[in-house]
């Protein structure tokens, strides 16, 4: 596609329940990124994939959090039995792997509501 | 670990004003790059710095990566109201071209007309 694109857009979903965000990168590029933004606040690394492997899933708050990658393309982002806390933007972002410029496309997001 | 600071929070100035965001690190980075969020929306790049003291101008935006490699600017002259958001500075470690970029927390810029 033309850029990045995640669904849903928005998501709204009780304490307690599973959620799946997904994320399509552009066509081509290997690296993909997770960011978490909390209203007014800076982004949150979460996990970074290289193809389908995961070299950094440090910033993962908590075991409730999970995150794939198929066919070094779609990835997915779990999050078990969610919180409140959890409320935020995720957003997604993809980079090609070039030797030196690897800025980074930003999907729209999903803004997630944890009630 | 890798930190990346940035200031101020918040700046807010009168249309026609200059601004002015830093960023510093903990640690030499290999590069840096600068992104902008418009309200509502999600950042878009703006522009990479590589080599040491590069300086680089976008129309009215000019951004300076220190000799160091350690700390960053981004200067808007005479602000215009479709300046408005929020800028972000980001950096990979030295040595890498791949992998994490460590986001600043990034200035929040209002601009009054």
């Known amino acids: 596609g033309a850029g990045v694109s995640q669904s849903p857009s928005n998501k709204v979903t009780e304490k307690g329940k599973d959620v799946e965000l997904r994320c399509d990168p552009i066509s081509g590029h290997t690296a993909l990124y997770w960011y978490r933004q909390s209203l007014g606040q800076g982004l949150e690394f979460l996990i970074y994939?290289?193809?389908?492997?995961?070299?950094?899933k440090s910033g993962l708050p908590s075991d409730r959090f999970s995150a794939e990658r198929t066919g070094g393309s779609v990835s997915t982002l779990t999050i078990q039995r969610t919180q409140q806390e959890d409320s935020a933007v995720y957003l997604c972002a993809s980079s090609g792997s070039g030797p030196t410029y690897n800025e980074q496309f930003f999907g729209p997001g999903t803004r997630l509501t944890v009630l | 670990g890798q930190q990346v600071m940035q200031i101020p929070q918040y700046q807010h100035v009168q249309e026609g004003e200059d601004f002015t965001t830093y960023c510093n690190s903990s640690?030499?980075?290999?590069?840096i790059q600068w992104y902008k969020q418009r309200p509502g929306g999600h950042p878009v790049f703006l522009i990479q710095?590589?080599?040491?003291?590069e300086v680089k101008k976008q129309k009215r935006l000019t951004f300076q990566f220190g000799e160091a490699k350690k700390n960053s600017s981004l200067h808007i002259t005479a602000t215009q109201t479709t300046d408005v958001g929020t800028y972000f500075c980001?950096?990979?470690?030295?040595?890498?071209?791949?992998?994490?970029?460590?986001f600043g927390r990034g200035t929040q810029l209002t601009v009054w007309p």
């Open positions: 640690t030499t980075l290999s590069n």
């Open positions: 980001a950096g990979r470690n030295r040595g890498s071209t791949l992998g994490r970029l460590y």
């Open positions: 994939f290289q193809g389908n492997s995961a070299p950094d």
């Open positions: 710095l590589v080599k040491s003291g």
